[in-house]
């Protein structure tokens, strides 16, 4: 049928069927920034104006807009020059990713328009069909309303950071800010919010603490505006699906409906005979070749426990088949036409259960030979210990033994996976892939399909998020599989509900802490029992369990520690990495356990972790037996930088603390059945796996001064890009509009180990110190050439110039152009890799102010506070919006973030509409504060060390802490939901 | 799979349609998420050209035709305070933008506030078959929903919005959809109408003495237990709420 459309103020007249949806007809005529999130509207990332209203492209027919307006980001801005509304989100640092970025431009756009003067609620209604997995809202929210101000004629305001001053530790933390806070002290810079019917504010810049430490830097430190801001903004196709393919195929995955099941046999005749059907993939037609999943570097911790397509489904959502055919419709319809004969076989979900006798045997395989014990569906069991636990037990005056249990959550990316495999002209495979690790998924899936890894290449575009999800060789096989049997490209997206069932997701944990303490109740001996739920297969299985040993047993001084660990295989969808990986289900268990005994013992809180935290100095002296390599670390690390002291206080003077045990907060007159609490959470992570992560850069001057810097680290929209950048431009004396990223090709650019284990910064961006040091020494030598200098040591490289002790000066451009084309000519250009034999932890306080509801148990969380030390934050912006995406992601896996299963295994909606899989949205967000307090990380480029997992580290436990403040209830499990905290309530008669 | 698409100009001509095919689904708002599309749908018949999106006030009866969309509604001059908090809280922005009063009807969600709210305000749901037109309580028309809807169109909601309005619910987080709310409203005459979402597998008008005995089903956001539990005590709440 024919459509008449008027687009972005352009009428078309476009062709489309009648069943296909207004962003897939959109896409295809080349509005990239409509963008898929899911088949029923609720990411919203396919917003956009239908006669100036907001609505969801990916849940209306495109007849539906038939003769109306239309409006995408694409119109919005006249070649370079950005709509004010784009230009505010660039400069208050709104993009992480970018992929849901054109649908909150165009929400703005609709409210602006409509109400010049919108106030935050009116913004955060507008927003609230948009779900934000990265920023936590807030420089959304912000961009928002500086894009009103602006547009209102006011002048636009400049990103800066707000420098704080240090407080001085107190002599009694109960006397700290007594009387409460003048509001004059808080330091923040807020927006006047109009209406205040959200009672939510939002900072206008993050809060800053300087080290006296850092030396003064240019690039380096400042809010620097994103490298890729400007093409995400503008809604370019800069994404995996944002590329057109002449005779691309569509595939689709066929998954299982059963937990647990044999495949006797699967015939896929009436599929192929479909018209338009070109392969149907399948354990009878594909190679077994057995591998690990997980984007780790080689050789890939054991188990291979996974082939392409095996002839036994372990989960509801395991693969089973796949089909490559002309559209979407014919591949689903072909799925239909696939008859699979199941032997349904008994299914275990828990993980305790799995271990016991008579469980049924998830990995009966004959050519399955890594396991610890298969036949108990125990993959490892890793044992590390330090002194003598039960010595240490002996010793101690009191001893505390309590049990925890964590969760399954998703990671949830807005993109799914995505993954658009071709010949190129060379007949080498080119991956086009949404992915954190494209070198790892290289180098993983050659042998399964059969090719060497120098006919593959993978490329990364941007990508709408990861979160650890994307640390997976996930479907890129699927892909390569059906571009060898088609010899056309192929088109592959996981649904949502694929993504939910068929991805991969947190592992859920028992965890019991025993500890042993003296009489002035320093620790004396400490042992963390974990059981692991890996699901049906292995992957990241055991080095999630590792770091949460290391994770659980390094926070805290103490002189005899003992982690014990099963992993265990289950019937659930498989768990993976996700952003903390290990660490959000340790500390949960560590930060209530500690508050329990300072509790129990009588002491402050604070006071009592302070006695037993880890301070500059101090050995990580678990740290050696859980490391992730093949070979163990000899070497017992020392804490080089803590800020811990400074964000606790920070933080506690943010939250209002001192408020805890006050009867006028704790108690609401108006509303006798609410209850109010506050609750801490000290935070402890690692920067990098120390001994194996590994970056490369390369540098290279171009005619006009300019450098590419070419990365293999994976921007996910953390702006590591940016930050390296920033690194680059530093040290060669240029503003960072002259470095031009580049980065995850692996035809193009150096090797780097992938986005995960917060190593970026550290890892890559010292990477691309090195090699920019190395530049600038080749410059230093061209500039003493051209000035005729005996000595060019002393040449100093700053404002595009090189300067000579004597004040003399040479542009670089001149130097560029004199290496490459007048005397002695050279590429001036470096390539350099780094590895570190240490992993610097960031530390952080993280505070949160809930409100118990007693009589139904509903928990509302008022406000999150987190002082983050990461170091020298290379970028503060960025890195505020780490910690403040990261806190948003914590928060819903404390409080409402949960795959809930029935009885069969089959997840219980695997969606995120209301009353599914809950995200928090912008309408309902507590207040957020974030500051970063700076410290000089010596190992670390310019000082830095990592932010991007912590944040998901601390909100769970402190959640559970001020429920416990507010109510003297200890729930020992997440999430707290309404029934749990209710139960809870109900046994110790509270209502 | 949908091989055809309908935009008729007048209602007559959207019922003819609808009674021309058992395999018809109408789009009555923006999302096809409403219109109940599965692998028996092969048409569809959009509703956007009929008209319907009046809101028309009689004293303290207000008429919403079916195409007025929520966000429509609830940014009314004369929509209650209350009633817009409950319209506000039912969905997203985008959502609000998108569904209309006739997706309430289409689709009714067991735990949706807003379809409690009606049921208060004594919701009459007009519907228009190729017969004639009849009106009928809302709670009979989500009885009979399924018979109805094969061959008729709801055209208008009247609902009565005098007196005082409260509601209470238990949620995950404060937009999440509730576990289980409860709505009362006190008419000028003293009378209290109380109903409950969350309960039932619709939301339910409820005596104020009948929620100890709502039998719920549970799934894994509450149990029975629980949901019967919070019926009591948030019914408790609106009705203290009230006077």
């Known amino acids: 049928m024919q459509i008449h459309l008027t687009i972005n103020g352009i009428n078309k007249t476009l062709e489309c069927q009648p069943y296909e949806t207004l962003m897939r007809v959109l896409r295809r005529e080349g509005y990239f920034s409509v963008r898929y999130g899911s088949d029923s509207g609720e990411t919203g990332a396919a917003a956009l104006l239908l006669d100036g209203v907001l609505a969801n492209a990916d849940v209306m027919l495109a007849a539906q807009a038939d003769g109306h307006h239309i409006e995408t980001v694409e119109g919005l801005s006249k070649g370079t020059m950005l709509h004010p509304i784009q230009d505010a989100f660039v400069r208050m640092g709104a993009i992480q990713s970018g992929y849901s970025t054109p649908a909150m431009i165009l929400a703005a756009k609709a409210l602006i328009e409509k109400n010049p003067n919108p106030t935050e609620a009116e913004i955060r209604d507008a927003l609230s069909g948009i779900l934000d997995r990265e920023t936590g809202y807030i420089k959304p929210v912000l961009a928002v309303l500086e894009a009103a101000a602006v547009m209102r004629g006011e002048d636009p305001s400049e990103m800066t950071t707000n420098v704080l001053t240090p407080i001085d530790l107190p002599s009694r933390d109960n006397d700290l800010f007594e009387g409460g806070i003048p509001e004059e002290d808080r330091g923040g810079d807020y927006w006047d919010m109009g209406s205040t019917d959200l009672k939510v504010r939002t900072k206008r810049l993050p809060r800053f603490i300087v080290s006296l430490q850092v030396p003064e830097t240019s690039v380096v430190g400042k809010p620097e505006i994103k490298v890729d801001a400007l093409k995400l903004t503008k809604g370019n196709p800069a994404f995996v699906d944002d590329i057109e393919m002449r005779g691309m195929l569509y595939a689709a995955l066929l998954t299982s409906p059963h937990a647990h099941a044999r495949i006797l046999d699967i015939d896929d005749s009436d599929a192929l005979a479909l018209p338009g059907v070109h392969a149907v993939i399948h354990y009878k037609n594909i190679a077994r070749v057995r591998y690990a999943s997980g984007g780790q570097s080689y050789p890939n911790p054991k188990p291979y426990d996974q082939v392409s397509f095996d002839n036994k489904v372990r989960h509801v959502g395991d693969r089973v088949a796949a089909v490559a055919a002309e559209t979407p419709e014919i591949a689903a319809e072909a799925l239909k036409r696939i008859r699979v004969t199941y032997d349904i076989l008994p299914a275990v979900y828990d993980e305790n259960e799995a271990m016991q006798p008579g469980a049924p045997v998830i990995h009966d395989e004959p050519d399955m030979s890594d396991a610890y014990d298969a036949q108990r569906n125990i993959v490892h069991h890793i044992h590390a210990q330090v002194g003598n636990v039960e010595t240490g037990f002996e010793q101690a005056r009191h001893i505390f033994e309590q049990s925890f249990y964590v969760h399954q959550v998703q990671q949830v990316p807005i993109e799914p996976h995505i993954c658009i495999g071709y010949w190129d002209a060379d007949e080498r495979l080119v991956l086009r892939t949404s992915t954190q690790v494209p070198f790892h998924a290289r180098r993983m899936v050659a042998p399964l399909l059969g090719l060497p890894v120098k006919r593959i290449r993978v490329i990364k575009p941007r990508i709408g998020g990861g979160f650890g999800a994307k640390q997976e060789m996930l479907i890129e096989d699927i892909v390569g599989h059906l571009v060898i049997a088609t010899g056309r490209p192929v088109r592959f997206e996981l649904t949502r509900e694929q993504e939910f069932i068929s991805s991969r997701s947190r592992h859920p944990q028992t965890i019991v802490f025993k500890t042993g303490l003296d009489a002035n109740g320093k620790l004396v001996s400490q042992k963390m029992s974990v059981i692991g739920n890996t699901g049906a297969y292995g992957t990241h299985g055991l080095t999630v369990q590792t770091v949460t040993g290391m994770r659980g047993l390094s926070s805290y001084n103490c002189p005899n520690k003992l982690f014990d660990c099963y992993v265990v295989y289950t019937n659930i969808p498989t768990p993976g990495a996700y952003r903390g990986y290990g660490a959000p289900q340790a500390l949960f268990a560590l930060e209530s356990h500690m508050e329990d005994i300072a509790i129990q013992l009588g002491m402050d809180v604070i006071e009592f972790k302070r006695l037993n935290w880890v301070k500059v100095g101090d050995p990580l002296d678990i740290a050696p037996h859980l490391g992730e390599g093949e070979a163990e670390i000899t070497i017992i690390p020392t804490i080089r930088s803590s800020g811990l002291e400074q964000c606790v206080l920070q933080g506690m003077q943010a939250i209002g603390w001192q408020r805890r045990h006050d009867p006028n907060f704790r108690l609401d007159p108006a509303r006798p059945h609410i209850r109010r609490g506050i609750g801490f959470a000290m935070c402890m992570h690692g920067t990098a796996i120390p001994g194996l992560d590994m970056g490369g850069a390369s540098i290279k001057i171009n005619d006009d001064g300019s450098f590419n810097v070419l990365v293999g680290a994976t921007d996910l929209g953390t702006g590591s890009d940016t930050v390296l950048g920033q690194i680059a431009a530093e040290v060669l004396g240029v503003p960072l509009q002259d470095i031009l990223m580049y980065s995850s090709d692996t035809d193009m650019t150096p090797f780097d180990t992938g986005a995960y284990a917060s190593s970026t910064t550290y890892i890559s961006g010292t990477a691309v110190m090195r090699a920019a040091e190395q530049v600038r020494e080749q410059i230093k030598e061209r500039a003493g050439l051209m000035l005729k200098l005996n000595d060019w040591s002393n040449v100093v490289l700053r404002d595009r110039r090189a300067f000579a002790p004597d004040g003399r000066f040479v542009s670089l451009q001149d130097i560029a152009l004199h290496s490459l084309h007048q005397q002695d000519q050279r590429q001036i250009m470096a390539t350099a890799s780094y590895v570190s034999p240490e992993s610097p932890p960031p530390f952080a306080g993280q505070f949160a102010e809930v409100e118990v509801d007693i009589e139904t148990g509903q928990v509302t969380v008022k406000k999150l506070v987190m002082a983050v030390d990461c170091g020298v934050a290379i970028n503060p912006i960025t890195a505020s919006g780490q910690v403040e995406g990261g806190m948003v992601q914590a928060l819903g896996y404390g409080h409402c973030e949960e795959m809930a299963y029935d009885e069969h295994g089959r997840m219980v909606k695997p969606e995120l509409s209301a009353g599914a899989y809950k995200i928090y949205r912008a309408d309902e967000m507590p207040e957020l504060e974030v500051i970063l307090v700076q410290t000089m990380e010596p190992s670390g480029p310019f000082g830095a060390k990592a932010v991007a997992e912590i944040p998901k580290d601390g909100v769970a436990p402190a959640l559970r802490n001020a429920i416990y403040n507010a109510t003297g209830v200890q729930i020992n499990r997440i999430p707290f939901t309404p029934e749990r905290v209710f139960n809870a309530l109900q046994e110790a008669n509270i209502s | ?243």
């Open chain 2, 1 to 243: 799979m949908i091989t055809a698409y309908h935009r008729p100009d007048t209602l007559e001509a959207a019922l003819q349609l609808l009674t021309r095919s058992r395999k018809m689904a109408v789009l009555a708002g923006k999302t096809i998420t409403d219109a109940g599309l599965d692998d028996s749908i092969d048409e569809v018949v959009d509703l956007q050209a009929i008209g319907l999106r009046q809101i028309h006030e009689h004293g303290t009866q207000h008429t919403l035709e079916a195409l007025v969309t929520l966000q429509t509604w609830r940014d009314h001059a004369a929509t209650p305070a209350a009633l817009r908090d409950v319209i506000h809280a039912e969905d997203s922005f985008t959502f609000r933008n998108m569904r209309t009063i006739a997706s309430l009807l289409y689709v009714p969600d067991a735990e949706s506030q807003l379809v409690a709210a009606l049921l208060v305000c004594d919701a009459v749901v007009q519907v228009t078959a190729s017969t004639g037109t009849q009106s009928l309580p809302l709670a009979r028309f989500l009885a009979q929903r399924v018979a109805l809807l094969s061959t008729s169109i709801p055209t208008a909601v009247t609902i009565e919005v005098s007196g005082t309005i409260a509601f209470a619910n238990v949620a995950r987080t404060p937009a999440d959809k509730p576990i289980v709310a409860a709505v009362a409203r006190k008419t000028v005459l003293g009378e209290i109408r109380l109903a409950l979402s969350g309960v039932a597998p619709m939301p339910i008008l409820i005596a104020p003495n009948d929620v100890e005995n709502v039998k719920p089903a549970g799934d894994f956001r509450g149990s029975s237990a629980y949901r019967r539990q919070m019926a009591i005590t948030l019914s408790r709440r609106v009705l203290d709420a009230l006077g």
